[in-house]
């Protein structure tokens, strides 16, 4: 019988969206796999496990970053944000409004998170052009939507935030 | 794909250090079986499966951009978009630097990649070596045997080494303040405009009235580590700037033949020759432009 | 289906889609994110080389490690194969494995560490075999490598069959077209040219990885949700390799992470299950990135030959048309797309004499699958930049060129079929205007140099298809609708509720759809061949006209007049004569009383519900030509036509391209939600450019190199024209058989936009690129050839 390697388990807290888990996690766990498979939270999504893609983002400590090149362990102490807590109590941030009405979301898997890299990236510059929204999403892929009405949502955004 | 022969990415035991010195005694300890987790996009891509602890660095307190007499001091847990937006990256020459990370990976993994981590992986490739070595920079070591300096030109050992020994860890990079009129320019070619270089190169020159008096001509990818083209270095010391615009073709082509490309997915070596001269031509005329215009 | 209709209220506005919430909230579930309780994890243990004989396989130390359930080999499962055309693909190796990745164990754990932990421990020796990768090396006849030596055996499953060359043993199937003679045609011509074209196997990339999760009932019967486009296909799939009836087994396709034909076969679905069945547990899989790249279909690469004779006046006398499809290992959709791609040659222009060959030959690679386009951009490519190359030869403006030679309606086309709805006249036009066609662009000296290009296409849609829609009233007036169409993000659950919303006069919200359950959803063929809008659409259409009767027939008892007096809209039933006599649809409905409120039903009839088929036919073709023997009939269900243009800027000294602008104009029939039409076309423009300028699959020894995205370049927002310079155009010609006059959209996005940019490239520099993808390095070694 083979025997399995010897892996030490650490005890940490996460706070995710204003909550505090705690959670038993391998060194080896990365933060994307505990958000989904212990706390439920799916609607992070794996893409490519290389930070590629960025359909993992979250937000840590407010900067838009891929989880899964983020170890669980290494996560403690941190204030993680998923797409499960951006809108306010049932009202949806305006980013997701315009999504909505401006059609840019089709198959939905990047669409969490494009939100999150957009609304970090809106909260630093709140009057992008074109080309800013483009730099600040290139680390989000999308196949479906070629992210034309993406760009043109993230824009409405801005102006919707601009209002309030 | 999933390889037979491949093992997998099973660390023992995480630790979380506090101080550079339990840093450095964990590494001593642990050898080639443990790996530095700073901003983790590199350790968490390869994942190597020889590593069985992790020594997590990333709350210790290397993370700032100072300047003082001697010049800028970057803690080597800086992410790259703090680099990028620095406001002590702004003037020229440094401003190569800020330039260099802009360059780099996606605005996401750059929120916690760290240039300590991009110099440490050292690949041929890396982003960050031409403009530091242009600059002249050393990296600053803290080991078992205490502090020692190294020049960020003489880090790189081979293709994923460092001269790092056993329990040393990097904590800072210093950029001597430049001697006046410096004005340096970096460029990459990548196959889209995210992606590891084909080519990178920084071209620095020094000019004191109107004579070139040190060049820098540093070339990424083309080689097994950064490399400076000091042959084609020796073209432009000594030389006037008028002369500069009329050189450019002959001083590229030579920075070309020094280059010792290999042929990968990502490019031939002869594009990369190709690039080599074509990137060390542009990245120069905008070194001469730039004095131009002040 | 001819529908009559006054104003639309429903179809043809940009209503906003009915998944957005759940999918910009993150609660829309997705076949990765599924679960059950007790569930285990199952890994595939695929071969690392690219054609070997399996000498034995050691399960016993995975078996025994902790944690593991179940190890499974070809021993576990019935000694059956699947594919398209020949059933020639086990689910598990057995024998013998032909391409790097092909599964051959898979192991289910409680844990997905112990699961790729278990995977090392299996020990499976072989014996390596000589493998050939080229599809011109495995076309040869004396191909020293035959990958499937038993081919002859095999089952064939197609009508025609598989057309195998016993000269050629890898060549899996042969499709002709043969029209006019091309001989006469070459000798009338006045200039011939011949073109070479290459195009590499192309990965479709959908962000969401396949995943699939099994559970086996009480009854022995099968739950598998699965990321799949066709349900039924994979039910069949499943029934044939498991030995399982059709009957037992249910396939639940939640939302797909996008699905761009990547997800049309079986993958890990039959794998779940026979784990499951093993261990009595639920048992899902996912797979990583690396695996989607190896292990799941892509699109083969092809090398071309096309001949093309023309005359001074700039009508296109002949054109031959030889190309060699790589099927991979297996013959999966490739073997269909090796017969459809050739429809490209048949739909855009009338070309009097036309005689093509297509070949699926067997190379030692990943097995080749549908990919947006079935075959038709690659053949596509090729004749895009021939028509260039003609028209500059004989000195004509290209646009002019193609519009003399285009088919139009009523014109025959390439099959002899009268061609109907075929809008490339109006979309080639409004791109000549996006690019101001007339207009030279400077900028022709110096390092950087601009150019314009243009390309023109068509998208066919299979016949013969077939979809059933069943539609059911409830007792609020709420239309339900059933079908099995997936949302893999195109919007055909939103289109298809407009489409029952607008029959009935009914708001949107006011429509419930009942997607892919096929406990309770009925047939469909699959989302594929951009077929959705047009055949569930016209299912969705009869079935709701066959309830109206229903509902007519039980308000008549109640409104004592004949049903044919009665119509039906939004919720009331109102006699045509005077339509002030209505009752509304919850009068139809009498409570339960006496025994307490049980809710309402119909007095007779039972359930309002209808269920309807909408099947598409295809006509007899001679076999000797492919020629339709009765040009009335029809080839395929329809023809959407494209013109793509594009304005590019070219890097001289380094070969890189920027495209600055981009066009896309589609005749999609009409557009049943405007702003869901664009959203393709803005995609299929995107996707056409990655696939264009960046996008191959690299292999050594058969062995895939770039298996992930940092060397499976794809291209990201900051790579791409500014919104306003990405130009999305529906252009509408109703086509009389569509829903409301609709057609499809999905893969005629992207059939020609990398011939555009080859136009454009040629156009700034003057060099042709033949070969996929317009690399910077591929051109800095055609603008700087050496002699």
């Not at chain 1, 496990?49 to 979250?58: D, L, R």
């Not at chain 3, 489409?499 to 359950?517: H, N, Q, T």
């Not at chain 3, 450019?689 to 996008?695: H, K, Y």
């Not at chain 3, 040629?762 to 033949?770: C, E, N, Q």
Request: charged content about 25%.
């Amino acid at each position: 019988m083979i025997e399995k390697k010897e892996q030490k388990r650490i005890g940490i807290t996460l706070n995710v969206n204003g909550r505090d888990y705690a959670v038993e996690v391998k060194p080896h766990w990365t933060l994307l796999q505990v958000l989904r498979d212990q706390l439920g939270l799916t609607g992070t999504k794996y893409g490519c496990g290389t930070g590629e893609c960025g359909a993992c983002t979250v937000l840590i400590d407010g900067k838009p970053m891929t989880s899964c090149l983020v170890l669980a362990a290494s996560a403690e102490g941190r204030k993680i944000t998923t797409i499960e807590g951006i809108s306010n109590g049932g009202k949806l941030h305006p980013l997701q409004e315009a999504f909505i009405e401006e059609g840019a979301i089709q198959c939905g898997y990047c669409t969490p998170g494009m939100i999150l890299t957009a609304k970090a990236f809106l909260e630093r510059n709140p009057n992008p052009t074109e080309e800013e929204v483009r730099r600040a999403i290139d680390g989000n892929l999308c196949r479906c939507t070629g992210y034309v009405k993406i760009v043109k949502a993230i824009l409405s955004a801005s102006r919707k935030m601009k209002g309030k | 794909m999933q390889n037979d022969s491949m093992p997998l990415f099973r660390p023992k035991e995480y630790f979380r250090v506090a101080t550079v010195s339990e840093a450095v005694g964990l590494l001593e300890k642990y050898g080639d079986a443990a790996a530095v987790l700073a901003g983790g996009t590199d350790l968490l891509v390869t994942k190597p499966p020889h590593v069985d602890y992790i020594v997590d660095i990333s709350r210790l307190p290397l993370n700032y951009v100072e300047r003082d007499g001697k010049g800028i001091r970057i803690g080597a847990l800086t992410s790259l978009n703090d680099i990028a937006e620095s406001p002590r990256l702004r003037d020229e020459p440094y401003d190569v630097i800020a330039r260099a990370s802009l360059e780099m990976g996606t605005p996401l993994t750059k929120n916690f990649a760290t240039i300590g981590g991009n110099l440490c992986n050292a690949a041929p490739s890396a982003d960050m070596a031409p403009p530091l070595i242009a600059l002249d920079a050393e990296a600053r070591i803290t080991g078992p045997a205490g502090e020692r300096k190294v020049l960020v030109e003489e880090f790189f050992a081979g293709p994923k080494k460092t001269v790092l020994r056993r329990g040393e860890l990097l904590t800072e990079i210093l950029v001597p303040e430049a001697p006046a009129k410096t004005k340096a320019a970096f460029l990459k070619k990548g196959r889209t405009s995210e992606d590891i270089a084909q080519v990178n190169v920084a071209v620095r020159l020094t000019v004191t009235d109107g004579i070139c008096r040190a060049a820098r001509i540093v070339l990424g990818a083309v080689a097994p580590t950064p490399i400076r083209a000091k042959g084609a270095e020796a073209m432009l010391e000594g030389r006037g700037l008028g002369e500069m615009p009329g050189m450019v073709e002959t001083v590229s082509e030579k920075a070309a033949e020094e280059t010792k490309p290999i042929t990968d997915i990502r490019a031939s070596a002869e594009y990369r020759r190709a690039l080599a001269k074509v990137l060390t031509k542009r990245a120069l005329m905008s070194v001469v432009e730039k004095f131009g215009r002040s | 289906m001819a529908h009559e209709h006054g104003e639309l209220t429903v179809v043809g506005k940009p209503l906003p889609r009915r998944d957005a919430l759940e999918k910009v909230t993150g609660k829309a579930q997705y076949p990765t994110d599924l679960e059950l309780p007790g569930m285990l994890y199952a890994k595939i243990l695929r071969s690392p080389y690219a054609h070997a004989k399996i000498l034995s396989i050691d399960t016993s130390k995975a078996e025994a490690y902790p944690g593991v359930e179940a190890v499974i080999t070809f021993k576990d499962i019935p000694d059956r194969r699947y594919g398209y055309g020949l059933n020639d693909q086990p689910m598990l190796a057995r024998g013998k494995v032909r391409y790097v990745g092909e599964p051959v164990a898979a192991v289910a754990a409680r844990d997905l560490d112990t699961a790729e932990e278990a995977l090392e421990l299996i020990d499976v020796k072989y014996e390596e075999l000589p493998a050939v990768y080229d599809v011109e090396e495995a076309f040869k006849p004396d191909c020293p490598v035959v990958i499937h030596e038993d081919y002859a055996n095999y089952e064939l499953t197609f009508f025609p069959p598989a057309k195998m060359d016993v000269k050629r043993p890898n060549v899996a199937n042969h499709f002709i077209i043969r029209r006019g003679d091309v001989e006469e045609g070459f000798k009338e011509a006045d200039y011939v040219l011949e073109g070479k074209f290459r195009t590499p196997r192309q990965q479709h990339v959908p962000m969401e990885p396949h995943a699939a999760m099994a559970r086996i009932e009480n009854d022995g019967s099968v739950t598998v949700w699965a990321s799949s486009q066709q349900p039924y296909l994979l039910i069949n799939q499943i029934s044939t390799l498991l030995d399982i009836p059709p009957s037992k087994i249910r396939v639940i396709v939640p939302y797909l992470g996008g699905g761009f034909g990547n997800k049309t076969q079986l993958k890990a679905e039959g794998i779940c299950i026979a784990l499951a069945q093993k261990t009595g547990k639920p048992v899902k899989c996912v797979f990583t990135r690396e695996e989607v790249n190896c292990g799941t279909t892509s699109r083969g690469g092809t090398v071309s030959r096309i001949k093309m004779g023309v005359k001074k006046d700039g009508k296109v006398v002949a054109m031959e048309c030889e190309i060699l499809y790589s099927s991979g290992a297996y013959s999966g959709d490739a073997f269909v797309y090796s017969t459809r791609g050739p429809f490209q040659a048949a739909g855009t222009y009338k070309i009097p004499n036309l005689k093509l060959d297509s070949y699926l030959v067997y190379v030692n690679e990943p097995v080749s699958g549908a990919f947006r386009g079935f075959g038709n951009p690659e053949l596509n490519w090729g004749i895009e930049i021939m028509m260039n190359r003609a028209a500059d030869m004989i000195g004509m403006d290209r646009a002019k060129f193609r519009k003399i030679n285009l088919l139009r309606e009523g014109d025959e086309g390439g099959f002899g079929e009268i061609m109907h709805s075929l809008g490339t006249e109006e979309c080639l036009e409004k791109t000549l205007r996006e690019l101001s066609w007339e207009e030279e662009l400077r900028k022709k000296e110096g390092i950087w140099r601009k150019g314009k290009g243009i390309a023109v296409g068509n998208k066919y849609s299979i016949a013969p298809s077939a979809s059933y829609a069943t539609v059911k009233v409830h007792v609020d007036g709420t239309i339900e609708v059933r079908i099995s169409a997936i949302e893999i993000g195109q919007g055909s659950t939103t289109i298809l509720a407009q489409i029952a919303a607008e029959y009935f006069g009914l708001p949107l919200e006011k429509i419930k759809m009942v997607v892919a359950d096929t406990a309770v959803t009925p047939f469909d063929f699959g989302t594929v061949s951009s077929r959705v809008t047009y055949h569930v659409g016209n299912a969705i259409l009869k079935a709701c006209e066959g309830l109206k009767r229903q509902i007519c027939e039980l308000a008549a008892r109640k409104m004592d007049v004949k049903p044919e007096d009665l119509d039906v809209k939004g919720r009331k039933i109102f006699s045509k004569h005077d339509p002030s006599k209505k009752i509304g649809i919850e009068d139809l409905f009498s409570p339960t009383l006496g025994m307490g409120h049980i809710g309402k039903y119909a007095e007779v009839g039972g359930e309002l519900i209808q269920s309807a088929t909408f099947f598409s036919k295809m006509g007899k073709m001679d076999p000797a030509t492919n020629q339709l023997l009765n040009k009335h009939e029809k080839s395929c269900s329809f023809w959407i036509e494209i013109a793509n243009g594009a304005i590019v800027d070219v890097d001289t000294e380094t070969g890189e391209v920027k495209v600055r602008k981009f066009v896309n104009a589609c005749d999609v029939g009409r557009a049943i939600n405007p702003m869901l039409v664009e959203g393709q076309l803005d995609g299929g423009s995107v996707m056409g450019i990655g696939l264009g300028l960046w996008e191959e699959m690299i292999f050594k020894d058969g062995r895939i190199m770039n298996s992930n995205f940092i060397d499976y370049k794809l291209p990201r927002a900051s790579d791409l024209p500014a919104v306003k310079d990405t130009v999305s155009i529906i252009v509408e010609t109703p086509h009389r058989e569509g829903p409301y006059g609709a057609k499809g959209v999905g893969e005629a996005t992207m059939i020609c936009a990398p011939a555009a940019i080859a136009d454009a490239i040629h156009d700034a520099t003057g060099v042709w690129i033949t070969e996929l993808p317009m690399t910077s390095e591929k051109l800095y070694y055609l603008l700087h050839k050496k002699a």
